[in-house]
């Protein structure tokens, strides 16, 4: 089975939080999380898609996740640390894939 979703992020935001993947972001706090948001899929567990600062963030650019809850929010995994914010963050429990995409606004 396949659950799938869309995040929509402002154009601008989107390249700004990929930029901040590519390069050492310099100016945020050590392993903050920057970017969260939400999608709820159709079995209620929900999907919390993230950009977070590393430790060294003069030196190391921030990485994404993708993290699925349960409805009442036990974390049930999560994907690997990724490197852009835009695109596809996937996560397999059992049989089930969740697929969120992670849109510009004026993305198809």
């Avoid at 969260?36 to 977070?52: K, L, S, W």
């Avoid at 640390?81 to 969740?98: A, K, M, N, P, R």
């Amino acid at each position: 089975m396949k659950h799938a979703g869309t995040i929509r992020v402002e154009k601008d935001r989107l390249t700004e939080f990929d930029r901040l993947c590519a390069e050492p972001a310099g100016d945020t706090g050590e392993g903050e999380v920057i970017f969260d948001e939400e999608f709820t899929f159709a079995d209620g567990n929900r999907m919390a898609v993230q950009v977070v600062a590393s430790l060294s963030p003069s030196t190391e650019p921030c990485w994404t996740q993708g993290v699925i809850f349960a409805p009442d929010g036990t974390e049930l995994g999560c994907t690997d640390c990724g490197e852009t914010l835009s695109g596809e963050f996937c996560v397999t429990i059992e049989d089930t894939d969740y697929v969120v995409n992670v849109l510009g606004d004026n993305d198809a």
